[in-house]
Each structure stands twice: as C-alpha cells, then as structure tokens.
C-alpha cells in the first residue's frame, strides 16, 4: 500500500511539473515574442505624449485629432494610435501593434490617476 501511495503522489508531481514546464515555456515564448512590439507602442505613446505637451503650450488644450500630434512614419508600420479622450485639463490615449494582443495606454492631467501615472505608458497583454 505504501509503495502504491508514493508511485501516485511522484506521478502527480512528475505531471504537475510537466505542466509547469509547459506553461513556463509559453509564457516566456510570447513575452518574447511581444517584447519588441511592446516597445515600440511605448515609444510611440511617449512621443504622442510629448506632442500633447508641445500642442496644449500652443493652444491651452490637448487635442483629441491623431494627425495633429502623430505622423506614422516606416517604424511605426503596424502601430495604431487613438486619442480617447481630450480637453482642457488631460488626455488619454492608447496604442496597438499588429502583432501583439495587447495595448498600452497613456495620460496626462485629469486622466491620469494612481494606476495610470502623467506621460508612463501602462500595457494590458491580451488573452488567448
């Protein structure tokens, strides 16, 4: 019986490692697959950031039109930008690639908060 109980619980751990294994290597084969989109977003909503800023100097308010602050160019091939919202007081944009599941957003002002901190993109992995 003992023999029997040790047979089943090194089973049980032999499988759940496996499946550890299997899980961890997915996991870390898309974070490096992702990797360089993400990085790329982030860059790209930076500098939209930095433009928000240069813009709203101008004109005391963020604008919520892409193409005034934006211009896609050979290394953004893939990327889309979106303004969320703008005004006055903030703004809240958010970037995807072609290649990734996932978005980064960014803000600035009122649409900024303690999840979501002024001009730091903050990215959401999609799911399967």
Known sequence: MHKIRTIVILAV???????ALYYGVRWFGRELH???YVANVKTQLRS???AE???R?????Y??????????SAETQGIEIGILE???DGFLAEGRHDAWAGRCVIA?????GDSLPVGEPVCHWGRD
């Open 53 to 55: 800023e240069a813009y």
């Open 86 to 88: 703008a005004g006055a």
């Open 63 to 72: 604008t919520s039109e892409v193409a005034r602050v934006w211009h896609p």
């Open 13 to 19: 751990l032999l499988v759940g490692a496996i499946a």
């Open 57 to 61: 100097r101008d004109s005391l308010s």
């Open 48 to 50: 939209l950031a930095a």
């Open 108 to 112: 600035a002002g009122r649409s900024a």
């Open 34 to 36: 992702d990797k360089p």
